[in-house]
């Protein structure tokens, strides 16, 4: 008797629909791929040395901030996966739940005693060690929202109100919930975002001209509004005359890199993190790769992130529609653009921020949802047309048949 074969059932189905064909790996994702894995390796090893006295000295054990950061990566490493395998235009379906979401949490994490506060900041939500940054969906919701608007209205970008207008609109939200809490380096982060999507999605550059003098007089003066933030601002310009002070962490941070010279003292061997440096394993990690693997290992950092923004505007120029477009631009502005301002402030050419380098600084929900905009990132390359390739081992011969070359 013949056994009867069954079709696949419906769930399987829908989770083909869902995940797509089987993934190709094509060079573009290769290159995202592996720039992201070694970034977290790299970023998990730092981590452990640059975080082991402060964890010895608070917790008893200096693995603590590494097994913690090490639990976040491998979630950001199924993430990764996850959303990689997932076509990117199902996004677009879904961008109204992820703005009422974002809202919502923005919202709530501004309530006393739901939000939790550090140092003056309410900015997380959840309890203990297992906490959640609302600002980190904020920016993976603005990037989807604008390259769905801008993708839809295609055809009228050049009417201020039908193309840019509500991008802005849902920036404006966003950035006065995140000011609020406070966190004004977030909102320079959400701004890259929404001016990255919308130049590359066509607006003209007369609006971009606006909005970006707009944008750069409202965070001057918020800036300049309140005595931490104008103090922050200012120091980066002559922290020596102030070092002990104002100065403080800035000329640790060029100290630290100072020392490591060309191949830096040694892995683990570095001084800055024995409480010399404020934020080692967080803010301020590319000092202490500069003070142990030397110039040499922040040259590596730097390459790493030319290669992905390189990548990543390679995966832009290729994708198969607008949206793809779009998304991959928007991704990649978010990950080099947070990289310049926090390696430009690691090497005191920016203010001080609170903003962390990313895949490499500890930090769980800003690691997991960096892997979820570079997994949407490598989903585009997935799915990005491939040229042609011509065999070397045949050739067509005039009279039809095929013989070697």
Not at 48 to 68: E, I, T
Not at 87 to 115: E, N, Q
Request: glycine content about 10%; hydrophobic content about 55%; some cysteine.
């Amino acid at each position: 008797m013949v056994a009867a074969v069954s079709h696949p059932s419906a769930a399987r189905r829908r989770l083909r629909d869902v995940l797509g064909p089987a993934p190709r790996r094509p060079p573009a994702f290769v290159v995202i791929a592996a720039v992201v894995g070694v970034l977290n390796t790299v970023g998990l090893v730092m981590i452990l040395s640059a975080s082991s006295v402060a964890a010895l000295r608070s917790f008893g054990s200096s693995w603590y901030f590494f097994n913690r950061q090490l639990a976040w990566s491998l979630v950001g490493v199924v993430v990764f996966v996850v959303v990689s395998r997932i076509d990117y235009r199902i996004w677009m379906k879904g961008v109204l739940p992820l703005l009422i979401l974002a809202f919502g949490s923005l919202i709530v994490v501004l309530v006393p005693h739901l939000g939790i506060q550090v140092d003056g900041a309410r900015r997380w939500l959840g309890m203990g060690s297992l906490r959640f940054q609302p600002s980190e969906l904020a920016k993976l919701a603005l990037l989807v929202f604008a390259a769905s608007v801008l993708t839809r209205r295609a055809d009228s970008v050049d009417d201020f109100h039908r193309g840019a207008k509500p991008v802005i609109a849902v920036f404006a939200g966003f950035a006065v919930l995140v000011l609020v809490e406070p966190d004004l380096d977030s909102t320079i982060v959400l701004a890259l975002i929404a001016l990255s999507v919308i130049a590359v999605g066509g607006v003209p550059l007369r609006q971009i001209g606006w909005l970006a003098m707009l944008g750069l007089g409202a965070a001057s003066v918020l800036s300049f509004a309140v005595p931490y933030r104008r103090r922050r601002l200012l120091v980066f310009l002559h922290p020596w005359d102030d070092a002990g002070n104002t100065g403080y962490q800035i000329a640790q941070s060029l100290i630290a890199l100072g020392s490591g010279g060309v191949d830096g003292v040694g892995l683990g061997s570095g001084r800055a993190k024995w409480a010399f440096l404020p934020n080692p394993h967080t803010d301020f990690i590319f000092a202490i790769v500069g003070e142990e693997l030397g110039l040499v290992g922040c040259l590596m950092i730097v390459a790493l992130f030319v290669g992905f923004g390189l990548a990543g505007l390679h995966i832009a120029r290729s994708a198969p529609d607008r949206l793809g477009m779009l998304l991959a631009a928007g991704v990649t502005s978010w990950v080099v653009g947070q990289a310049l301002i926090n390696i430009g402030a690691v090497i005191g050419l920016l203010p001080v921020s609170g903003i962390p380098l990313p895949f490499l600084s500890a930090g769980g929900s800003a690691l997991v949802f960096t892997m979820a905009a570079a997994g949407i990132l490598a989903n585009v390359a997935r799915q990005c047309p491939q040229p042609e390739r011509h065999s070397r081992s045949a050739v067509e011969h005039p009279s039809g048949r095929r013989r070697r070359a």
